[in-house]
């Protein structure tokens, strides 16, 4: 009878211990205005907020000593293939649903510092702004894909390390949608 018990909790403790997904998955590699930029995290997600049908994706790299965050993040992605022009877009309400009805792809740039915003960077207009949907597998919810943006500081914190300009070029991503 002891075997009996002990086997019905063991099989018990195997088969209730799941493993927890972390949302960050996938990897990316890219140029920072000539020099690597070492990520620390990647996740995309369905772009819930208005349709499944569009995805967003979220690349950071976070010094741990200094608690600040640079955040890249990519917004209204489409599930197919193709090549897409990145330019600013500015919602004068800050609504929902302004954003909502923007069908464009977006990209932001800015930092944090233990959550609180710092510095913020917009798109500059009139350069080959891109990202390029090389794949995406519906099965396994996959995306793979490339990009080049050059951003301008919008606001910038007064002890700020970061130039006017940022480039990220050779951009190259493979994400999971979450």
Sequence with gaps: MK???VCFFSLL???SCQKEISPYW???EMSFNGSKWEITELMGTLDRRCSEE???????????????TEHLSF???PKRQGIYNISHVEWTDGSLDAYCKNSQICAYFNTLEFNASMDT????DNLQNYLEITDFDKNSKE???????VFIVRSQWSQSVLPDT???????????VQ
């Design 143 to 149: 995306i793979k894909g490339r990009f080049y943006l």
């Design 26 to 28: 996938g990897n990316a």
């Design 166 to 176: 940022l480039r990220f070029t050779e951009g190259k991503f493979h994400a999971r």
């Design 13 to 15: 403790f195997l088969f």
């Design 3 to 5: 075997i009996k018990i």
């Design 75 to 77: 917004s209204h992605i």
């Design 121 to 124: 960077y917009i798109i500059l």
């Design 54 to 68: 569009k995805i967003s994706l979220i690349i950071q790299k976070t010094n741990k000593l200094s608690g600040i």
